[in-house]
């Protein structure tokens, strides 16, 4: 799509996949497992990263960058605490029906459309003439859709990928959706008041009413 002859799928990239973001291992489900290390690996070679751990840890590109840390950081971080939601009400509750898999899954992958939205090469053609075809063209939640469409992961993943950021905000987004959703708008809102963020992030923190604190 971007014009670009997009690299191999080679087993050197998925294993890259699994070392950067090791909760993968976690997917009870042997087959979702392997789509969503295809997922990252397919984003991955349509891109100039070369692993996951290359992506700046940025919300978008230039917004909430983080001070310290790679992408990897927040798709952990967002997992964990997708994960600490589930096992909390299905603890507490239950007869509460949550898929944990989905939420495992769904926290790993709902940013595996960020290679495209923040590949330097992409960026500097949207930037060039925003005018043919948009900035971005595609946003990574719609991209991430798409990248979970292409490998055969189910459509509760493919939701999650759409559905985490403000393009859920015009569907009913899934239980599982919702607490991924939740925990990513957390991740991004502590670590701006723990004071994590660049000083570029301070005004959107402002009006989100968020201070941020001094570091120790």
């Known amino acids: ?20 973001l090791p909760e993968l291992a976690d997917i009870a489900d042997a087959e979702l497992r392997a789509k969503c290390i295809e997922a990252w690996a397919y984003a991955l070679s349509e891109s100039s990263f070369a692993r996951v751990s290359d992506l700046p840890g940025e919300g978008n590109p230039g917004m909430f960058p983080l ?10 971080g967002v997992t964990q605490i997708a994960l600490s939601i589930a096992d909390n009400f299905t603890t507490t ?12 899954a769904g926290g790993l992958v709902h940013d595996v459309g960020k290679p495209w ?6 960026r500097r053609r949207w930037e060039g ?12 939640s719609v991209y991430g859709a798409h990248i979970c469409i292409a490998v055969g ?20 987004r899934s239980l599982e959706c ?11 809102a502590v ?26």
């Open 1 to 20: 799509m971007d014009r670009r002859v997009r690299r191999p799928v080679t087993q050197a990239l998925r294993d890259a996949v699994v070392e950067d």
């Open 67 to 76: 001070k310290r840390g790679d992408q990897t950081v927040h798709l952990r």
């Open 93 to 104: 509750f239950p007869e509460a029906n949550i898929n944990r898999d989905i939420v495992l």
């Open 117 to 122: 939205e923040f590949d330097a090469e992409n």
């Open 129 to 140: 003439d925003p005018s043919q075809t948009g900035l971005p063209s595609l946003r990574h």
């Open 153 to 172: 992961l189910p459509e509760e993943i493919a939701h999650i990928a759409l559905g985490h950021s403000f393009e859920g905000d015009g569907v009913i």
């Open 178 to 188: 919702l607490i991924v959703h939740r925990a990513d708008s957390l991740w991004w």
């Open 191 to 216: 670590a701006g008041g723990c004071g994590l963020l660049q000083p570029s992030s301070d005004p959107v923190l402002a009006g989100r009413k968020i201070a941020p604190r001094a570091l120790r």
